[in-house]
C-alpha cells in the first residue's frame, strides 16, 4: 500500500549545518527536496567520481578470475582508492586500444593469407616508378568470369568463394570498375612481431586487471563513501538559506517515521514545522507491503513506473493477475518445469524476491500446463494415462475443438480484471457521487462483455443484457463529474460516453491475447517436434539422436525466448494499460528516496567531518 506522507521544515542555524546534514543522513528518513539549484560545480564533479569508481568496478567485475590462487601473480597495491581508480580506467583504455590495434594488424595480416606470405608489398611502388602498374582486386567468381579480356589480368587461388586478380598494365589510369584491395603498411613479419607485442601488452594489462580484483571490496566501500558525499553536497547545496544565519530545508517523510524525525529535532535542536502536504503532485510514493506481495516488486522497478500519491497501489492485483496471464501466455508444463530448476540452481545469484517470484510464476505455468496437456507441446507425454485424466478438455491444447471456449475465458477474465478495477474505484469514491458511476461502469463492462461475445462468437445477447446498458449509462451520465453546474457535468459525462464505450469494447477484445498467444506457444512447439522427428525416435541412430536432441534444444529455446517476450509485451501490457486505465492510475509518481548515509565510516560522526568547500 501508498504510505501517507508527512511534508516537513526543518531550520538549523549555518554553524551547525554541517552536523544537521550528518544526523539526517543516519535517520534516514526524510526525503529532501530541493529548495535552490546548486551552481558551483561541486555536485557534478562528485557525480563524476561517483561514476568513474561505478566503471572501475564494473570492468574489474568481467576480469575476476577462475581461480584465485594464480601463481607468480604480481600485486599492484595503492593507498588511495581514488587513485586505483584512475589507473584501473586508464588501464581499461590502454585495453582497448591494444585490442583495437591487434585487430587492425590481424586484418592486415589476413592480407598475406589472401595474397601470399612472401609478396614484397614495397616492390608495388617500385614496379610504378618503372611504368609497370599493378593494382589488386578481390571479387566473387561469377564477377571474375566476365572481365574484358583486353586487360591483362592475373588470377590467384579462390579464397573463401572469392578469387584475388591483380591487373598489370602500363598506363596508369587503366583500372578496373572494382573496389581495388589497399596494401598493408608492414610485411608480414613485421605485422607478426607487432602483433605478438601487442598480445603480450595485452596480457600484462589483463593480469594487471585480474590483480586488481582482490581490491574490488574496497573500491565498493569507496564508491558508498562517494555516494554519501553526493548526497550530503546536493541536500548542502539545495538548501534555502535566510540572511547567511540560517538554513532550511523541506521534505517528506512517512507518518510512521514522524515520531523519530520529531526525537532527532528535540534532541539536535532543530526548528520545524510537519504539516499535510499542500501538493499532492510532489509527494514523493512510499509503497510498503507484505513479503508475499513485494516479490512483485523487481517486475515493477524493471517497468519502472510509480503511481501517484493520491492514486492505488496496484502491486497485488499485478502480482495475482500477472501470475495468471504468464501461465496462460507460457502455457507448457515442461517450461514451467525448466523455469523452475534453473532457479533453483541459481537460486544463491538471484534475490529473494526475484528467486520467490520466478517459483510462484513457473507454479502457475506447470499447473496451467498440466490441465492444459501441454508437455514440450508433445501430444504422446500428454496421453499418457495419468497425465490424460489431469487434463481439462475445454482448456486443452491438443485433440479437443475449444477454440470457442477459450476466447470466451479470454473476454470473461477481461471482463473480471476491469470489474475488479472499477469495484476498487467505488470503494475509492465511497463518500462520493463519483461511487454510483463506477457502479455504473461495472454494469456496462458486462453489457460490453455480452457485446463481445455475441459479435465475436455469434452468443445471442440475453433480453436482460440491454438494461445493463440503460442503467449503466444512466449512472455514469449522472455522476461521473461533481459539479454545481449539474447540466453541465451530465453533458459532459454523455459526450465523453460514446467514445469510453469503444475503448471499453476494444480493451475486454484485448484480452483474446491470452488465448492467441498461449496457442501459439503450443503450436510451435508442436511444429519444431514434428519437423524434427516426423516419425518419432524409432531406428534412429546415436548420430541423429544427438542432433535431434540440438535442434529440440534450439527449437524450444527460441519459443521460450518468444514466450518470454509476449509475457513481457502481452502480461504487462493488460496490467498496464487496460487494467489501470479503468482504475484511474497514470503511474505519474516519484519514488520516494530519502537521503541516508550509507558508508560505514560515515555511521560514526566523530569520525566524519562534513565539508562544503569544493572538491
Not at 562528485?46 to 567485475?61: G, K, N, Q
Not at 591487434?102 to 589472401?114: F, H
Not at 496437456?373 to 499418457?384: K, N, R
Request: with cysteine; charged share 20%; glycine share 8%.
Amino acid at each position: 500500500m501508498i504510505v501517507r506522507m508527512k511534508e516537513i521544515l526543518l531550520f538549523t542555524t549555518a554553524r551547525s549545518v554541517d552536523d544537521t546534514i550528518l544526523q539526517l543522513g543516519e535517520l534516514g528518513v526524510v526525503d529532501i527536496k530541493e529548495i535552490n539549484r546548486p551552481g558551483n560545480g561541486t555536485v557534478e564533479r562528485r557525480l563524476e567520481a561517483v561514476h568513474r569508481a561505478e566503471s572501475a568496478i564494473s570492468l574489474l567485475r568481467d576480469h575476476v578470475p577462475k581461480n584465485r590462487h594464480l601463481a607468480n601473480r604480481v600485486k599492484h597495491t595503492t593507498k588511495d582508492p581514488k587513485q586505483l581508480v584512475d589507473r584501473v580506467l586508464q588501464t581499461g583504455e590502454i585495453r582497448q586500444k591494444c585490442q583495437e590495434k591487434i585487430d587492425e594488424l590481424s586484418q592486415q595480416l589476413n592480407w598475406y593469407g589472401i595474397w601470399g606470405q612472401n609478396v614484397v608489398t614495397k616492390d608495388i611502388p617500385y614496379l610504378k616508378k618503372k611504368g609497370l602498374h599493378l593494382r589488386l582486386y578481390l571479387m566473387d567468381k561469377s564477377v571474375a568470369d566476365t572481365l574484358d579480356q583486353k586487360h591483362t589480368i592475373v588470377r590467384f587461388p579462390e579464397h573463401d568463394g572469392r578469387i584475388p586478380l591483380v591487373l598489370i598494365a602500363r598506363n596508369e589510369s587503366e583500372k578496373l570498375n572494382h573496389k581495388e584491395e589497399s596494401l598493408p603498411r608492414a610485411s608480414f613479419g613485421d605485422l607478426s612481431q607487432q602483433i605478438e607485442r601487442k598480445k603480450r601488452q595485452l596480457a600484462e594489462v589483463e593480469n594487471f586487471l585480474e590483480d586488481q580484483t582482490e581490491n574490488i571490496a574496497w573500491l565498493e566501500a569507496y564508491h558508498l563513501h562517494l555516494q554519501d558525499r553526493l548526497s550530503t553536497q546536493q541536500a548542502l547545496e539545495g538548501m534555502g538559506d535566510i540572511e547567511g544565519r540560517l538554513k532550511y530545508l523541506k521534505g517528506y517523510i512517512p507518518r510512521t517515521a514522524e515520531d523519530n524525525f520529531i526525537a532527532a529535532a528535540e534532541a539536535n535542536h532543530w526548528g520545524y514545522h510537519i504539516a499535510e502536504p499542500e501538493k499532492p503532485e510532489d509527494v514523493p510514493v512510499y509503497i510498503k507491503n507484505p513479503k508475499w506481495i513485494s516479490i512483485i516488486n523487481p517486475v515493477m522497478k524493471f517497468i519502472d513506473i510509480v503511481p501517484g500519491y493520491k492514486e492505488v497501489d496496484v502491486s497485488i492485483y499485478f502480482l495475482v493477475a500477472f501470475a495468471l496471464f504468464f501461465a496462460m501466455l507460457v502455457g507448457d508444463a515442461g517450461y514451467g518445469l525448466i523455469f523452475l530448476l534453473v532457479t533453483f540452481f541459481l537460486r544463491k545469484k538471484l534475490t529473494a524476491q526475484m528467486r520467490i517470484l520466478i517459483y510462484v510464476l513457473s507454479g502457475t505455468t506447470i499447473i496451467w500446463g498440466v490441465l492444459s496437456g501441454t508437455y514440450f507441446g508433445a501430444e504422446q507425454i500428454a496421453a499418457l494415462p495419468f497425465l490424460n485424466n489431469l487434463i481439462i478438455p475445454e482448456i486443452a491444447s491438443f485433440g479437443a475443438d475449444n477454440i470457442s471456449f477459450m476466447m470466451h475465458l479470454s473476454f470473461l477474465i477481461g471482463a473480471i480484471h476491469l470489474t475488479i478495477a472499477h469495484g476498487i474505484r467505488v470503494f475509492q469514491f465511497i463518500n462520493s457521487i463519483r461511487a454510483l458511476s463506477e457502479v455504473g461502469w461495472i454494469a456496462l463492462v458486462w453489457g460490453l462483455f455480452l457485446i463481445t461475445e455475441q459479435l465475436v462468437l455469434g452468443k445471442a445477447m440475453p433480453d436482460w443484457g440491454l438494461w445493463l446498458f440503460v442503467g449503466g449509462a444512466a449512472l455514469v451520465a449522472l455522476f461521473s463529474v461533481e459539479s454545481k453546474n449539474f447540466f453541465k457535468s451530465m453533458g459532459v459525462s454523455i459526450a465523453n460516453l460514446p467514445l469510453s464505450l469503444i475503448s471499453g469494447f476494444s480493451d475486454i477484445v484485448s484480452y483474446v491475447r491470452l488465448f492467441a498467444v498461449g496457442m501459439a506457444t503450443a503450436a510451435v512447439a508442436a511444429s519444431f517436434n514434428n519437423m524434427i522427428l516426423p516419425e518419432g525416435m524409432t531406428g534412429m541412430g546415436i548420430v541423429n539422436l544427438i542432433m535431434a536432441a540440438i535442434a529440440l534444444l534450439l527449437g524450444h529455446g527460441l519459443n521460450i525466448a518468444l514466450a518470454l517476450m509476449a509475457v513481457m509485451v502481452h502480461g504487462i501490457r493488460l496490467n498496464m494499460l487496460e487494467f489501470a486505465g479503468h482504475l484511474g492510475v497514470q503511474f505519474s509518481g516519484e519514488a520516494y528516496k530519502p537521503f541516508k548515509l550509507i558508508s560505514p565510516e560515515n555511521r560514526n560522526k566523530n569520525k566524519t567531518t562534513i565539508s562544503i568547500q569544493t572538491g
